[in-house]
């Protein structure tokens, strides 16, 4: 599979993490305190430079809050198996919609099959307005490992099992998690044209993809949303990104603060965090928030905590000043 691309997450760089991660509980709580739970509708920034929008509408009639909740991390260590706390993964997924998240992002892989179990567990009887994008196209040998299969005859399967888990009898978005070098992307999308014919998809966006392939694939279906790695300080994926801007398609950045990674410490995430009491996290997700009408950052957790931090960034308001320090980090 693609290197460059893997969704594995690479291992955690502990000191840069534990750098932010006094500042980053407290920020959340102070920030929803004394508030709604809900925290979407605010108008989230301070110029006409920087996208104002807080919902987004993929293929013209399926509004989501700009900013989702990635299902990766509720499940075991590797994205592999059941999490260590299956209450607590529960919790999660519950408080996300209670704090107005109204798309989460999931695939059959993560587990496999764990996160959609636990999503259906956790929420079915669905939320009204709640959409959940899940994905097929990467198998899971064990843990840590991924590799493609984007053969139609696989990728109808992983429809029909998606569905089953999830409990549902269509899917609002069901995104191709990555390109199989054995399969035309056309052979690919082709199949999930026919399941959309079937009634058993409403959207179809696309995973770890670039201009040309999406370009391709737009020939066969038409495509709603794009899916690529993207955060301040990974902006390799620019060109999709304006791609998505220029046709209106959903840009989803997964890794939106890192992945676990850490975001470096030295650079001015973190003099916008102290200059506004938050975490850089929050700072990172405001920025990407901001970047784009299209950006829809779906950062992911297993933790109650870093979940309300997270979700707290869409009421956070960068100046430009601050917006473009940020901005200059190189990607
Ligand atoms: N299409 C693809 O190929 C692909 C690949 C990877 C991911 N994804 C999707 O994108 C979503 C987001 O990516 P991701 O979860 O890998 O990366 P991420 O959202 O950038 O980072 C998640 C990591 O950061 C930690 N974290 C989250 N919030 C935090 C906070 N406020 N303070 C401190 N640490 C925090 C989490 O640990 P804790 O659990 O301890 O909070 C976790 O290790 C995934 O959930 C998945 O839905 C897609």
């Keep these: 599979m693609r290197t460059t691309e893997s969704p594995e997450p690479p291992q955690r760089r502990s000191v840069t993490r534990r750098t932010f991660l006094g500042t980053s509980l407290a920020s959340g709580a102070a920030l929803l305190a ?14 006409p430079n920087m996208a104002m929008n ?35 993964a529960l919790k999660v997924l519950r408080r996300a919609t209670g704090l107005g998240v109204d798309l989460i992002d999931t695939a059959d892989a993560y ?31 064990g843990p840590g490992e991924w590799v493609p299969n984007c053969r139609p005859d696989h990728l109808k399967q992983a429809v029909e099992g998606s569905l089953k888990r999830l409990r549902l009898e269509r899917i609002d978005l069901y995104q191709l998690h990555t390109v199989d070098p054995k399969v035309p992307i056309e052979e690919s999308v082709g199949a999930l044209k026919q399941m959309q014919d079937a009634g058993k998809i409403r959207h179809i966006g696309l995973s770890n993809v670039d201009p040309v392939e999406i370009a391709r694939a737009r020939k066969i279906v038409p495509i709603v949303s794009v899916q690529n790695r993207y955060n301040i300080e990974d902006r390799k994926s620019e060109n999709v990104l304006e791609y998505c801007e220029k046709e209106n398609l959903g840009f989803l950045p997964w890794f939106p603060i890192g992945g676990g990674g850490g975001l470096n410490p030295e650079n001015p995430l973190n003099t916008a965090a102290k200059a506004h009491g938050v975490s850089v996290y929050q700072v990172a997700l405001a920025w990407l928030l901001a970047r784009s009408t299209v950006m829809l950052p779906i950062p992911g957790t297993s933790s109650l905590a870093h979940l309300e931090d997270n979700i707290a960034a869409a009421k956070l308001k960068l100046t430009p000043e601050e917006w473009k320090a940020i901005d200059a980090i190189a990607g």
Aim: proline share 8%.
């Design 34 to 47: 004394g508030k709604s739970d809900v925290i979407f509708g605010a108008n989230s920034t301070t110029t």
């Design 111 to 141: 587990g496999p099959d764990t996160s959609e179990l636990l999503i259906a567990e956790a929420l079915h009887p669905y939320p009204k307005g709640l959409v959940i994008a899940t994905k097929g196209g990467l198998t899971r040998p």
């Design 54 to 88: 807080t919902t987004f509408k993929f293929g013209g009639d399926l509004t989501v809050n700009r900013l989702g909740f990635g299902a990766m991390r509720i499940t075991g260590e590797g994205i592999w198996g059941w999490p260590p706390d299956r209450t607590n």
